[in-house]
């Protein structure tokens, strides 16, 4: 979702995250130059049947080619996409892009056809696409779809999470000109908006082109209302209880799904960012000390009816549910089964879904730590090794944790569902990064047993289940490095390192500013600020930073790190703190978001930017990348420039910035419409069609009279006096080659 630099979604919860790889092998059967041949003949068509057996997952390493670090036998083919501000999806030469999946589109055969006027039904919701598209995985689906067959290049199960909604886009034209009092909502409109929000599973069958399977008996909408269990350490515990679980072992809803996770066994992770905005806060003084506390560093200041006023049905809440009560954290009972103080608690999980079975109620793995999930990437799985996933918390000056199983991987496990998911999910060891000044880092385990945990002053944890709860203050405890936005997390296929989004920070540099103590002077992980002249002053453009494992053990308690690259605008010359990475006109880029590695082409990554300070030249974009390794590049000294927690002086940072990006290994993919983000990626197991998301075209609404469509910023991708709408596309190469080769 945008930043702040944005400015735009002034209501809507958005804002939140502002608040701040051996090779080969093969030698033994032929000589150099019939590796060579065979490599290419992987790469020219023989991937399907090879690459089915560890889709998505990296359960192998048997396609990484050779040569240093993450290189690859794969070169980047296409001419790069130029810059612009046109409303329109475009893409390079030699490929196709289809529609598959819009806000509203049904995914059953007796939901209509969407009206995209603001009169569909808030229940038809529960049966159509929900809004802003994000993170997203493919499963295959066995030729006659009734099981699971991942290596299925032609029919499948795509999950994607709906992060948000555009309000005005939701309602009819009257609706929104009598406009949305936060304090009175019609309960229609609160239910629409529930509605479209949360995650879809949907059957996509390849013929010509892909399309959705409106008759499959596993397609099924996941919305802010449905019922989620409550699984792991935290699991029952006192901060968990609500009317409507009194055992604190269920909730309703998953909230502002942003990137996602795959799992080892076959299910979909999705991941809740930014639910804190949501809830209707209570005045501080109505609360004890220590929920206060724990309050503040979740949801910050408060909002007195929360970002759109669920909680505030007008006539009041008539469910006999709680339903829209369960929006407002105000203590109005005698404790927390009679009134919904600790449903913000039930919040900000990383959730599992198994697509191959619908019926099953998804669960919320709260060893996994609560804060603003972006999403959960997995190292690869090795037998006998734990499963660990990288995780980003997505606001300004938050931290990189991951996640430690503490069971050992069993193949045998491979089919194992959500019970697989309780075995390596519910029981395991949460870290957070910390980032040293000489490139070392560590990771510190988030356990109660920690005298920095047990003893913290800022804030007394009751035992792991209030660590897990409140894992942003057992993290400010043990020194956690904040950063400038962590969002998506990939793991190499190859060299098994960990790259990190680092979208923007507009805090950075800044004095005076503290959330949770925490300061935003410079540092060698977070190494820039500057005025890029535009209005934006801090870390406008973002940069990513790439991690490397002592040992190349992903369950290491320390590391190594540098920075992959630096966001910037390649034509910035004159500030020698902006384009460190050596940017051009073919591959430059601001804010960083979603970053996924391909799974079929060992080495390949996307690159997908969520911007606001780039906008005036160029809408958002993904990029295809193709990275080296920690250490290819040298120490830098950043000349930042007038910083103000420096007093307004000068100062040099030294970081560790990988080597230029080289056209040959970053270029431009695609360029969205207007006011879109690029968000959400995956593949068909060839990797010859992607399935990419265009969230939110035409966001910024401030100039839309809702009556007048010449105003709206989009009308992507329908045309004409359409209403804008978040869509599925699907990415095809008229040769039928790999994408991006
Ligand atoms: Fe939902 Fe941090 O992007
Ligand atoms: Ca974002
Ligand atoms: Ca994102």
């Known amino acids: 979702m945008s930043d702040q630099l944005t400015k735009h979604h002034p209501d809507s919860p958005n804002g939140c995250d502002d608040v701040v790889r051996n090779t080969s092998g093969n030698r033994e059967f032929g000589d150099v130059l019939n590796v060579r041949l065979s490599r290419r003949n992987l790469l020219k068509g023989g991937f399907g049947l090879a690459a089915g057996s560890f889709m998505s997952f990296g359960l192998s390493g048997c396609l990484s080619s050779g040569g240093s670090g993450g290189s690859s036998a794969f070169t980047l083919g296409f001419d790069a996409v130029a810059k612009g501000t046109a409303d329109a999806l475009r893409i390079p030469t030699g490929y196709t892009a289809t529609y598959l999946y819009r806000v509203g589109d049904p995914i059953n055969a007796v939901t209509g056809a969407y009206a995209n006027d603001g009169t569909d039904l808030a229940a038809s919701f529960e049966h159509r696409a929900g809004d802003h598209h994000d993170g997203m995985a493919y499963f295959g689906l066995n030729a006659a779809g009734l099981a699971k067959d991942l290596g299925n290049n032609a029919r499948g199960l795509l999950c994607m999470n709906h992060e948000n909604i555009t309000q005005i886009f939701l309602h009819t034209v009257a609706e929104v000109g009598a406009g949305f009092d936060k304090a009175a909502r019609v309960p229609a409109q609160i239910d629409k908006e529930v509605n479209a929000h949360g995650v879809s599973v949907i059957e996509?069958?390849?013929?010509?082109?892909?399309?959705?399977?409106?008759?499959?008996?596993?397609?099924?909408?996941?919305?802010?209302?449905?019922p989620m269990e409550i699984s792991g350490p935290a699991a029952g515990d006192d901060l968990m209880v609500t009317p409507y679980s009194t055992?604190?072992?269920?909730?309703?809803?998953?909230?502002?799904?942003?990137?996602?996770?795959?799992?080892?066994?076959?299910?979909?992770?999705?991941c809740e960012e930014n639910w804190a905005g949501y809830f209707k806060r209570p005045a501080s003084?109505?609360?004890?000390?220590?929920?206060?506390?724990?309050?503040?560093?979740?949801?910050?200041?408060?909002?007195?009816?929360?970002?759109?006023?669920?909680?505030?049905?007008?006539?009041?809440?008539?469910?006999?549910?709680?339903?829209?009560?369960?929006?407002?954290?105000?203590p109005t009972g005698a404790d927390a089964t009679a009134d919904y103080r600790n449903a913000a608690n039930t919040m900000g999980w990383v959730v599992e879904i198994d697509p191959f079975a619908p019926a099953a109620t998804p669960r919320k793995r709260t060893a996994l730590g609560r804060f603003g999930h972006e999403g959960a990437m997995p190292a690869k799985a090795v037998a006998g090794k734990p499963i660990v996933y990288y995780m980003g918390d997505d606001a300004r000056g938050e931290y990189i944790y991951k996640y430690v199983s503490t069971a050992a991987w069993n193949a045998a496990d491979a089919d194992g569902g959500l019970t697989a998911g309780d075995k390596y999910l519910d029981d395991g060891k949460l870290y957070v990064a910390t980032f040293a000044a000489d490139g070392s880092g560590?990771?510190?385990?988030?356990?109660?047993?920690?005298?920095?945990?047990?003893?913290?002053?800022?804030?007394?944890?009751?035992?792991?289940?209030?660590?897990?709860?409140?894992?942003?203050?057992?993290?400010?405890?043990?020194?956690?490095?904040?950063?400038d936005r962590p969002e998506w997390t990939g793991v190499h296929p190859v060299t098994g390192e960990i790259y990190v989004t680092l979208t923007n920070n507009s805090d950075r540099g800044k004095t005076g500013t503290t959330n949770g103590g925490k300061s935003r002077g410079l540092d060698a992980a977070n190494p820039r600020y500057y005025d890029d002249g535009e209005g934006n002053k801090g870390n406008p453009n973002g940069h990513i930073v790439r991690i490397r494992e002592t040992g190349d053990d992903h369950a290491a308690t320390a590391f190594a790190w540098d920075v992959y690259l630096f966001g910037a605008e390649s034509d910035q010359f004159g500030n020698p703190s902006i384009n460190i990475s050596g940017l051009t006109d073919d591959n430059d880029f601001s804010s960083p978001d979603g970053l996924w590695f391909s799974q079929a082409v060992p080495g390949l990554m996307w690159l997908q930017t969520d911007d606001g300070a780039y906008t005036d030249v160029t809408n958002c974009m993904m990029l295809a990348?193709?990275?080296?390794?920690?250490?290819?590049?040298?120490?830098?000294?950043?000349?930042?420039?007038?910083?103000?927690?420096?007093?307004?002086?000068?100062?040099?940072v030294t970081t560790y910035a990988g080597k230029d990006a080289a056209p040959a290994t970053l270029r431009r993919f695609l360029v969205g419409p207007?006011?879109?983000?690029?968000?959400?990626?995956?593949?068909?197991?060839?990797?010859?069609?992607?399935?990419?998301?265009?969230?939110?075209?035409?966001?910024?609404?401030?100039?839309?009279?809702?009556?007048?469509?010449?105003?709206?910023?989009?009308?992507?991708?329908?045309?004409?006096?359409?209403?804008?709408?978040?869509?599925?596309?699907v990415i095809t190469k008229d040769n039928g080659g790999l994408i991006g080769a």
Not at 247 to 270: D, E, H, I, K, Q
Request: glycine share 14%; with cysteine; net charge neutral.
């Open 247 to 270: 055992a604190g072992s269920a909730t309703r809803g998953t909230l502002n799904n942003c990137a996602n996770g795959v799992t080892p066994w076959g299910t979909y992770l999705t």
């Open 442 to 483: 560590t990771w510190t385990e988030l356990n109660i047993a920690n005298p920095l945990i047990a003893g913290y002053a800022g804030y007394t944890f009751a035992d792991q289940a209030d660590v897990l709860i409140n894992c942003r203050l057992a993290a400010d405890a043990v020194g956690a490095t904040p950063m």
């Open 674 to 729: 207007k006011g879109c983000e690029i968000t959400g990626i995956t593949e068909t197991p060839d990797g010859k069609a992607i399935f990419v998301n265009i969230q939110h075209p035409g966001e910024d609404t401030s100039a839309a009279d809702i009556g007048t469509p010449a105003n709206y910023q989009s009308h992507w991708p329908e045309g004409g006096s359409a209403r804008p709408r978040s869509t599925t596309v």
């Open 204 to 226: 996509v069958v390849r013929n010509t082109n892909f399309s959705v399977n409106k008759l499959s008996g596993f397609n099924r909408r996941y919305t802010a209302a449905s």
């Open 625 to 652: 990348a193709l990275p080296g390794k920690h250490g290819d590049g040298a120490a830098v000294d950043v000349a930042n420039l007038a910083v103000p927690s420096n007093g307004g002086a000068d100062q040099t």
């Open 285 to 330: 003084s109505s609360l004890g000390a220590k929920a206060a506390t724990a309050q503040n560093r979740y949801i910050g200041s408060g909002s007195s009816n929360g970002s759109y006023g669920w909680a505030n049905p007008a006539g009041g809440d008539t469910s006999g549910t709680g339903l829209y009560d369960r929006w407002n954290i105000t």
